[in-house]
């Protein structure tokens, strides 16, 4: 089965700089990748989602990267602010089947 | 429209008995998944739901199962409980089961098993 490694599992950063977070999945059918936020206490949240036929996609200050052929895809958050504080989840999905990394806590410091 | 919704909220059990979860989708999403959520563990993959048919199983033992109705309602089951089964269980609907449709969460069960 599908097999989501996240890193790094925890990520501080000074507020206004950018963050990057980084996942591989090892099925190559997988074809949809999402990211979720979760903060404490919350349902996670999509935030950006990429399929397996683009490159990049952006929405303000959140990209996403998917590289196929490498098998890894990236978070970008850049400008970023203390509400981005949260855990991050990337998975990797093969028809309804989604799989998760194993989170990125992100804080950012004031 | 409404959110998924999950009942109940909370839920406290003792070893060796059973739960049901419910989860009620977006009106209209007809794929529904079940996640477990722990610390140690992060989001794991249960099963996933489409049109009364379990089309995708996790990696879980046979205590769990699930079942959705013909409105896409959806219910988990977990027989004879184990303390590690506490949880936040987490369902997510989608709006088709074919294409990678966005899944949107529920705000999850905390299962405590004593």
């Known amino acids: 089965g599908e097999n989501v490694e996240q890193h790094p599992s925890t990520l501080s950063v000074q507020e206004g700089d950018s963050a990057v977070i980084k996942c591989t999945y090892s099925d190559s059918a997988s074809n949809y990748f999402p990211w979720y936020k979760q903060e404490l206490g919350k349902r996670p949240q999509l935030i950006i989602d990429i399929r397996s036929n683009v490159g990049e996609k952006k929405d303000q200050r959140i990209a996403v990267t998917l590289n196929k052929t490498a098998k890894h895809f990236s978070l970008h958050i850049t400008e970023t602010q203390p509400e981005d504080s949260a855990v991050y989840f990337c998975?990797?999905?093969?028809?309804?089947?989604?799989?998760f990394g194993a989170g990125t806590r992100l804080t950012v410091k004031p | 429209k409404a959110g998924v919704t999950q009942t109940p909220r909370y839920l406290i059990k003792t070893r060796g008995q059973q739960v049901t979860l419910s989860c009620s989708p977006i009106s209209g999403h007809r794929s529904v998944s079940w996640y477990q959520q722990t610390p140690g563990q992060g989001l794991q993959f249960l099963f996933e739901y489409f049109s009364e048919t379990q089309r995708n199983k996790g990696n879980f033992p046979g205590r769990f199962s699930g079942r959705q109705f013909s409105n896409s309602r959806s219910e988990m089951n977990v027989s004879t409980l184990e303390l590690g089964d506490s949880a936040l269980y987490l369902c997510a609907s989608s709006l088709f089961g074919q294409a990678p449709y966005e899944q949107y969460f529920g705000p999850g069960t905390r299962l405590t098993v004593t």
């Open positions: 998975a990797a999905n093969n028809n309804n089947d989604m799989r």
